[in-house]
C-alpha cells in the first residue's frame, strides 16, 4: 500500500521552461493538497483539488502557476515560465476526505531548482 | 490572518536530556493544531494532534499541549534519542470553511550522542 507519490523528487529547469510536478495520492484517496515550502520558510497552502474539481486555490500564485486532478491519473502542478523565486520544495498530501485538519499523508516532496 | 511562529529555530541538546519546543498562533479561533516531524529529503510525519476542546495529547515519549488563551503550544520529548533529529513543525487548522493548514518554519533539532 503504497503512500503519497512524488515525481520526480527532483527537479531542474532553466528560466523561463516549464515544470510538471505529478502527485499519486494514496489508494482510495480523492483530496489533494499542494504546499509550497521556500527556503527557510513554513509550508504554505497552494491549492486544494478533489477529483476533475478545484475546492480552493487562495494560495496559488495568479499567473504561471495551475493544477488540475484529472479522473484519472496524477494530480500535476504546472508552473510555467519559471523564475529563480519558484525554486522550492513542493509537497503534496493527500485524505480520504475533506480533511479537517487531520486525516493528511505527505508525499515526499519534488524540489525544483530553477537554474 | 493565522500566523504561527516557532521558537527556537535550532536547538542541539545532548541525548537523555528532556527538551520542549514552543509554538505560538496569532488567532486563538483554531479548530485543532498539529504537530509534525520532517526528516531531511523526506515528507512530513504527523506526531500528535490537538484539538480545539483537549488540552494535552500523548504518544510515547513525546506530549503536545494547547492553550488557546495564550495562542500557545508546546511539544515535550522526553529522554531524547539521537533518532529525533528532525525539524518540527507545527501547523494550526482554523476550519470555519478553509481547507489549509497555517505551518510554522519548524525547529531543527540536533540530538548530541
Known amino acids: 500500500n503504497a503512500g503519497v507519490m512524488q515525481n520526480p523528487r527532483h527537479l531542474v529547469r532553466r528560466r523561463g521552461q516549464e515544470a510538471r510536478l505529478r502527485c499519486s495520492p494514496m489508494k482510495g484517496h480523492s483530496h489533494v493538497y499542494w504546499y509550497r515550502q521556500l527556503p527557510e520558510e513554513g509550508l504554505k497552502f497552494m491549492v486544494y483539488?478533489?477529483?476533475?474539481?478545484?475546492?480552493?486555490e487562495s494560495g496559488m500564485p495568479k499567473e504561471r502557476f495551475s493544477a488540475e486532478f484529472p479522473k484519472e491519473g496524477p494530480s500535476i502542478l504546472r508552473i510555467q515560465q519559471v523564475v529563480r523565486g519558484d525554486s522550492a520544495a513542493y509537497f503534496c498530501?493527500?485524505?480520504?476526505?475533506?480533511?479537517?485538519?487531520?486525516?493528511?499523508?505527505f508525499g515526499s516532496g519534488t524540489r525544483l531548482t530553477v537554474v | 490572518k493565522q500566523e504561527v511562529t516557532q521558537i527556537p529555530a535550532a536547538l542541539s541538546v545532548p541525548e537523555g536530556e528532556n527538551l520542549v519546543l514552543n509554538c505560538s498562533f496569532t488567532?486563538?479561533?483554531?479548530?485543532?493544531l498539529q504537530w509534525f516531524r520532517q526528516d531531511p529529503g523526506k515528507g512530513l510525519t504527523s506526531l500528535l494532534l490537538i484539538q480545539s476542546s483537549q488540552r494535552e495529547q500523548t504518544s510515547g515519549r513525546l506530549n503536545a499541549s494547547l492553550d488557546k488563551s495564550s495562542g500557545r503550544s508546546t511539544l515535550y520529548i522526553a529522554a531524547s534519542q539521537p533518532g529525533d533529529s528532525a525539524t518540527y513543525l507545527c501547523a494550526a487548522y482554523s476550519g470555519a470553511g478553509s481547507y489549509q493548514l497555517t505551518f510554522g518554519k519548524g525547529t531543527k533539532l540536533s540530538v548530541i550522542p
Open positions: 483539488l478533489q477529483k476533475e474539481n478545484i475546492i480552493d
Open positions: 488567532d486563538s479561533a483554531i479548530y485543532n
Open positions: 498530501a493527500s485524505s480520504a476526505r475533506a480533511s479537517r485538519g487531520d486525516g493528511y499523508t
